[in-house]
């Protein structure tokens, strides 16, 4: 049997898109694509610039909602984010009916198997891969969570991962804040990793990382929690942080605080033009000369930790 599904359209400044999608989300939206952009994109609001750039959210709610009500909620959300995205209009959104294959098409132009390193492949579901005999695959449904490996940060972090994973010493204890879809938490897994804990203080991205890690048969090896950084376990030979560069600040004493002597800090999120920023708020801490990757307008670093 075809469903049928309400296709929501909404302009959107690039800055806006996470939390935009953050709100439909609550609205009951079942799923999200945006138009010319990968899924896992990590733009962040900058209360000091006014970014022209603007994406077309499509977000989709199943057929039967009563469409008026539904779009005038949603013009309700976009109202109150007014304040916080500069440049977002509030106007009621347009609706159009689609059918499941119309969605599926366009969930599926987005993400096609990608290889990182010598290993790892990242694939979605939908895709045949015929890997070679040591590679090692994670497949993925993104879901409403980001993170498919095709954008620039996931990609600089899963590249760093995958290195330290052929290193003489790789880690068997992992920590990965913000985990979005759990690509980063799975990879580890994947890769030989013992015990990776996940967090994301979003309660989709956590149900989104449940899910993917079980897909991938990594679930006995992966807690995934919506605990904040600040409550949790210390004592691990890995941190990941592919959040944004001003939360990697914010949050720098709590993260090396939870990695072990000799451990690797990997850091992304974070926009070329604010990694000197970063690089002077972690050059406080007991850390190595950080080692540093680039892709289209992102940055990664990659530390370590004192012993």
Known sequence: ??????????????????LVCGELMELG?????????????????DPDEILAEEQVIKAYFPAGEDTSSLCRAIQERLEELRPFVPGLVAALPAAFPV?????????????????IGRRLVIKPTWEDF???????????????????GTHGTTRLCLEALAALFEGEHPPRRVLDVGTGSGIL???????????????????????????????????ERIEVTGEPLEGLEGGFDLVLANILAEENIRLASELISRLNSGGALILSGILQEKEPAVVEAFAAYPLSSPHITHLEEWSCLLYHKGV
């Open 1 to 18: 049997m075809k469903k049928t599904w309400l296709e929501i359209r909404i302009p959107v400044p690039a800055a806006g898109i996470d």
């Open 29 to 45: 939206c079942e799923g999200i694509t945006v138009e010319e952009r990968p899924l896992d994109t990590f733009v962040p609001p």
């Open 99 to 115: 059918r499941t294959e119309d969605w599926a098409q366009n969930w599926k132009q987005h993400f096609q198997a990608v290889r």
């Open 130 to 148: 015929n890997p070679e005999p040591d590679d090692v695959i994670v497949q993925l449904d993104p879901g409403m969570a980001f993170g498919t």
């Open 185 to 219: 938490a799975i990879a580890a897994a994947a890769l030989g990793a013992d015990r990776v804990l996940a967090c994301d203080i979003e309660e989709e991205a956590c149900r989104t990382a449940r899910a993917n890690a079980e897909l991938n048969g990594v679930e």
